[in-house]
């Protein structure tokens, strides 16, 4: 059993999944960073809003002005956070989509495989058939 389990551990694929799945936790950081960092920024200077403190407060105890006082005191339904993952996700998706096009672009189109020949035994068998074929007629 450990010696299937080694066989299954050291497959390409586990490794190759292994890998896609460190290099997807990195550029999930990249993206966060660009959204809440560069993006949401500038939207909120468009329309003098920031996602990050919208919130609302689920008790009449809740008053404070930011998100992280709000949720010191009372439950709080925070739709501005929402807001800056569901951008993120529309820019990762997006990203995703440009790079699969870009990979299926770079493969090469299969050109298609003559024929195999055939084996010695198969052509004279034909051979055989045809010469009989002749003597028939």
Same mark, same amino acid.
């Given at each position: ?9 050291? @497959?390409?694929?586990?490794?190759d =999944? $292994?890998? !896609?799945v460190i /290099?997807?936790? %990195?550029?999930?950081? &990249?993206v ?5 960092d560069?993006i ?14 919208y ?9 404070a002005?930011?998100?992280?006082e709000? @949720?010191?005191?009372?439950?709080? =339904? $925070?739709? !501005?956070?929402? /807001?800056?993952i %569901?951008?993120?996700? &529309? ?18 189109k ?28």
């Open positions: 059993m450990l010696d299937e389990f080694k066989k299954f551990a050291l @497959k390409g694929n586990v490794v =999944l $292994a890998i !896609g /290099i997807g936790a %990195a550029f999930g950081r &990249i966060d960073s660009l959204v809440n560069i949401m920024p500038f939207i909120g200077a468009l329309g003098g809003v920031d996602f990050s403190n919130f609302i407060g689920l008790n009449t105890a809740v008053t002005p930011t998100l992280v709000a @949720k010191k005191q009372g439950a709080v =339904l $925070a739709y !501005g956070n929402f /807001i800056t %569901a951008v993120n996700f &529309i820019i990762i998706a997006f990203v995703l989509f440009l790079v699969v096009k870009a990979i299926n672009k770079l493969q090469k299969e050109e298609p495989k003559a024929p195999a020949a055939k084996p010695d035994d198969v052509v004279l068998l034909g051979e055989i058939r045809d010469l009989l074929k002749q003597r028939q007629v």
